[in-house]
């Protein structure tokens, strides 16, 4: 297995992401460097991280990386994108590929009639403690997925949750929701924990998903459960053949008996990470990185990382770059749902569909 060489496209919080997962991995990842906006924005991360940096596009692509990691802006992810794309560098974007259908559009005519090689790094499908729930769903323990109940992301990654978990795919799906404002204290961040006991107004957004094939989604989520010592995040799957409740499973045996099971979850030697999850002593997840101490979210982005290789050599996608659009799109339809509260919005078949392409 080759080591894949990247250049990281942006200095916010997402992008190091990338770089701890190549500083985990050195003998699979390599950071060829990271292009910042500014000087002293370089200066500073080159200090800090002790990686390579640069203000320059053209030393970078100079560089000659596999493949360039967008991780800019949501409003930018899109043009910027494009850009390396054009230049002719496979790229790994961010979550959303666009904040606009017209954009999501482009993406599949520049891949699909340019011939330019694009994915996206939507991680929460590869989060260990979410792919061993996919697992279970997946070994046909509950029968065929008919209910979901999800609180456990926003947007883009709660739609990729929903279709996975209910096997819907791009069916044509009817969109309702609405917003809530709640009160809370904030006592955890991206950057640590929050001490001071400030009241916050933060917003809940509730919406159902009504599939063409009867399956069904309630979805809610506060931004606030990201980062809160206050708030958990929790999803409940329905089968006719059993339940899946965060980790506790119920199912029928092979003499069709009730059991309750709860998923084992073995941990590494780094707090937050996951070596293996288990049903019973059957393994229904395993680290694709043994060892690494990884965290969650760098184990998932690092699936999608080593998933360019094969991209690049022969096609084959991690995520296929037709879910990214369609879970961007239903993002789109839900924000316009948000709109006009108690207002169902109907999604249309799209260039990325089955039956479009």
Not at 150 to 168: D, M, N, Q
Request: aromatic residues 10%; hydrophobic residues 40%.
């Amino acid at each position: 297995m080759n080591k894949l060489r990247y250049l990281i496209v942006g200095s916010g919080w997402r992008s190091l992401f990338y770089l701890r997962i190549a500083k985990a991995l050195p003998e699979r990842f390599e950071v060829c460097a990271m292009l910042c906006r500014s000087k002293e924005k370089a200066e500073n991360i080159r200090r800090e991280h002790g990686v390579l940096t640069s203000i320059s596009a053209r030393d970078c692509m100079a560089m000659k990386p596999d493949f360039v990691v967008v991780a800019v802006s949501k409003p930018a992810i899109f043009s910027i994108s494009r850009f390396w794309m054009e230049a002719g560098f496979p790229v790994l974007s961010e979550t959303p590929p666009s904040l606009e259908l017209s954009g999501l559009n482009e993406l599949w005519r520049l891949r699909t009639e340019n011939g330019y090689k694009i994915q996206v790094a939507e991680q929460y499908l590869n989060y260990p403690a979410i792919a061993c729930c996919l697992g279970v769903a997946e070994s046909g323990v509950l029968g065929e997925p008919a209910f979901l109940r999800l609180s456990l992301a926003h947007g883009y990654h709660g739609a990729s949750l929903i279709r996975r978990f209910l096997k819907v795919w791009d069916e044509p799906v009817r969109i309702c929701g609405k917003s809530y404002q709640v009160s809370i204290v904030e006592t955890d961040s991206r950057w640590g924990a929050v001490t001071d006991g400030e009241l916050v107004q933060k917003v809940l957004e509730r919406f159902t998903f009504e599939f063409e094939s009867g399956k069904t989604a309630f979805s809610d989520f506060c931004s606030v459960q990201y980062h809160s010592f206050l708030r958990s995040r929790h999803m409940n799957l329905q089968g006719p053949l059993g339940e899946l409740d965060d980790f506790t499973v119920r199912f029928l045996d092979e003499n069709r008996r009730p059991v309750t099971q709860e998923l084992r979850i073995e941990t590494g030697k780094q707090a937050g990470s996951i070596e293996a999850v288990y049903l019973g002593e059957k393994a229904v997840y395993r680290n694709p990185f043994p060892g690494s101490g990884l965290a969650e979210d760098e184990t998932a982005l690092a699936v999608l990382l080593d998933g360019m290789e094969e991209y690049i050599r022969n096609g084959t996608e991690r995520y296929p770059l037709a879910d990214a659009l369609q879970d961007a799109y239903l993002a789109i339809l839900m924000e316009d749902a948000l709109k006009l509260p108690g207002t169902v919005v109907q999604s249309q078949p799209q260039l990325w569909n089955k039956e479009q392409a």
